[in-house]
Structure formats: C-alpha cells, structure tokens
C-alpha cells in the first residue's frame, strides 16, 4: 500500500532557528512529490513539485530536497510567519487511477 | 487571476440529509479534485474530473458523488449523511491533472449533526 509519513507532526522553532521537515514515502510508482502549506481554516497552497531523486527546489526560506525513499524540506531563518502546517503529498497510480496520497502534516510554530 | 472558489464555506446539516457543494476552478483548468480533510485521517481523495468525465477515483462508498459541468465547474454531493462526513472538503483544480500541481480551495466545512 502506498504511504506517506511525515516527521516530526510537530515542531516549535525560535525565529531565525533552522531546521528541516522529513516526508518518506513507500510507493510502487513515484509520478510528483509536492509540498503545500496549510493555514488554520485555509485550502493547502502550493509550494513545490519534485520529481527525481537529486533535484533540489527552493523559494525564498525554503528548500526541498528528493532522494529516492524520502523528501526534505529545509527551513532557513523561519519568521513567525512561516508557522503552519506542511504537507507533503506523492502522485500515484492506484488501479489504474491517479491520485495524491497525502502524508498528516507537520505542523510548525516559529516563536518571536 | 481569480483562484478556486468553493461555495458554501460553512454548512451544517442533519443526518440522513444531502448535501451539494460547488467548487468553481482557476479559468482554464480543466481537471477538479475533491478531497477529505478531517483531524485523524489527513487529506483523502475523493474523486477527479477532467473534461466532464471522471477520470480517478478514491475509496469512498456511493454516497459521495460528483459531476462536472462543461465550464469545469464542479458539484460534489453527498447523500444520506453520517456524523463521520463531518469535514473540511476541498476543491483542487488543475491544468492538466497528471502530474501538475493542483491548487486549492478554501474548502467547505461539513457539520453533519
């Protein structure tokens, strides 16, 4: 069955404190590994799509990295405005349909 | 450009009732997603339409359903309603679908009482 697993499912950060978000995934057939962000009571919006292992994708404090079982998401000198929830997300094929498998999220706080 | 729009934004609802929620996508994207979003199982695919045929399909029961319409809007409906329906319900439109980033609406949150 194809998973997603995100860690940590929580993670307090003080400003200007780097660190990264982990997503690994077990799937038969990897099409897009994507990246959202998530505010209380808002739709995800997009952040990145990765598809190879050693590609590398970043904007402005963020980076998202691919290997080939797992995906990280560096945070580089969060701002209390990065605080959310991140998603990470594989695109698959499941009997013959193509869907996003959704990993729980990691839901970061970055204090003043 | 206007993003996705998803209408109503709250709805409470008796159980054994139905209900339709509405989801109008990015002008010119064709494909629309639905997904699931409550606390204890994350965000789950409901069903994808492209082009007014639905092309993918998640391991819902028959209640949910959905159909869209020649301008790529989208109706989800949900019939004879359970407490555990009770969610956020969120829109995902797309170019293409397959493997092009999908953006979201702010969802519809579902009270089913």
């Known amino acids: 069955e194809d998973q997603v697993t995100q860690s940590p499912e929580a993670l307090r950060l003080q400003e200007g404190e780097s660190s990264s978000l982990n997503c690994s995934y077990t799937v038969s057939g990897l099409r897009g590994l994507f990246w959202y962000r998530q505010d209380p009571g808002k739709g995800p919006e997009f952040l990145f799509t990765l598809y190879s292992a050693g590609e590398e994708k970043e904007k402005e404090r963020l980076k998202a990295t691919l290997t080939k079982k797992e995906s990280f998401l560096h945070i580089t000198a969060p701002k209390p405005e990065d605080s959310a929830t991140y998603l990470c997300?594989?695109?698959?094929?499941?009997?013959?349909?193509?869907?996003?498998?959704f990993g729980k999220g990691t839901k970061l706080t970055v204090n003043p | 450009k206007a993003g996705v729009t998803q209408t109503p934004r709250y709805l409470i609802k008796t159980r054994g009732q139905q209900v339709t929620l509405s989801c109008s996508p990015i002008s010119g994207h064709r494909s629309v997603s639905w997904y699931q979003q409550t606390p204890g199982q994350g965000l789950q695919f409901l069903f994808e339409y492209f082009s007014e045929t639905q092309r993918n399909k998640g391991n819902f029961p028959g209640r949910f359903s959905g159909r869209q319409f020649s301008n790529s809007r989208s109706e989800m409906n949900v019939s004879t309603l359970e407490l555990g329906d009770s969610a956020l319900y969120l829109c995902?439109?797309?170019?293409?679908?397959?493997?092009?980033?999908?953006?979201f609406g702010q969802g519809t949150r579902l009270t089913v009482v």
């Open positions: 995902a439109s797309s170019s293409t679908g397959a493997n092009t980033e999908a953006f």
């Open positions: 997300a594989v695109r698959v094929t499941q009997g013959g349909s193509e869907k996003l498998v």
